[in-house]
């Protein structure tokens, strides 16, 4: 089955510590995001990638780093700098085009103490 | 600058009954597509609906149905015949042509809630 798979489903950290997001897809899209979904809220951009090798800023970056370096994996690494990490952070693809819509992961719960 | 609005923060339907989910955006682009997501409490996001800015018809999806009204800049989604599965999150997201990456701009949400 295709589709994209984010791992783990909850992760807790303690503050001061980095910690990647794993996010991989067999759609063989182009196209990549990460969101960030606080409670009650909608969805904020905070990278995104639409070929391997290359990424671009959201609208909420600081604090976070990516790497596409597989067309199928994008990986979200929250440091330290982050100053609010606790979050529903959600991976999603696409293909390349404006009328495509965005695949989801299941999201990761992010607790940082 | 994109900007989705959803002004419900919550609805209540009794089950079998319609509901319409509000959403109005703001765009410079002639050129954008909307569209509808679902989020269940288990966090995950499903594509329901979309409707490109140049489609001359609603776009319709089984139950769910987008009404669509350029002028005022409001593509409001009808879910019909509501059930208890239908409880959940729903968001609106606006694509312009334009935009760098083909980023999706989302809405607040409105929480539904369906009654039996």
């Known amino acids: 089955d295709g589709g994209i798979t984010q791992s783990p489903k909850y992760l807790f950290r303690k503050e001061g510590q980095n910690v990647t997001l794993s996010c991989e897809q067999n759609?063989?899209?182009?196209?990549m995001y990460w969101y960030r979904q606080d409670p009650g809220q909608g969805l904020r951009l905070i990278y995104y990638s639409q070929i391997v090798n290359d990424f671009q800023k959201g609208d909420i970056a600081e604090g976070y780093s990516v790497s596409r370096e597989k067309k199928e994996s994008f990986p979200l690494t929250v440091t330290s700098a982050q100053k609010n990490p606790t979050a529903f952070y959600l991976c999603a693809s696409s293909r390349s085009g404006a009328s495509y819509e965005q695949y989801f992961g299941p999201g990761t719960r992010l607790t940082v103490t | 600058a994109q900007k989705i609005t959803q002004t419900q923060p919550g609805m209540f339907v009794q089950e079998k009954e319609a509901v319409t989910l509000d959403c109005t955006y703001d765009t410079s682009d002639p050129s954008y597509g909307l569209f509808w997501y679902k989020q269940p409490s288990s966090g995950e996001m499903i594509f329901l609906i979309y409707?490109?800015?140049?489609?001359?018809q609603n776009a319709t999806e089984g139950r769910y149905s987008l009404n669509f009204q350029k002028a005022r800049k409001s593509a409001n989604l009808v879910i019909s015949a509501s059930q208890l599965g239908d409880s959940a999150m729903y968001f609106c997201?606006?694509?312009?042509?334009?935009?760098?990456?083909?980023?999706?701009?989302f809405g607040g949400g409105t929480r539904v809630l369906v009654k039996p």
């Open positions: 409707q490109g800015s140049y489609d001359q």
């Open positions: 759609l063989n899209h182009d196209a």
């Open positions: 997201a606006m694509r312009a042509t334009k935009a760098a990456g083909n980023k999706l701009t």
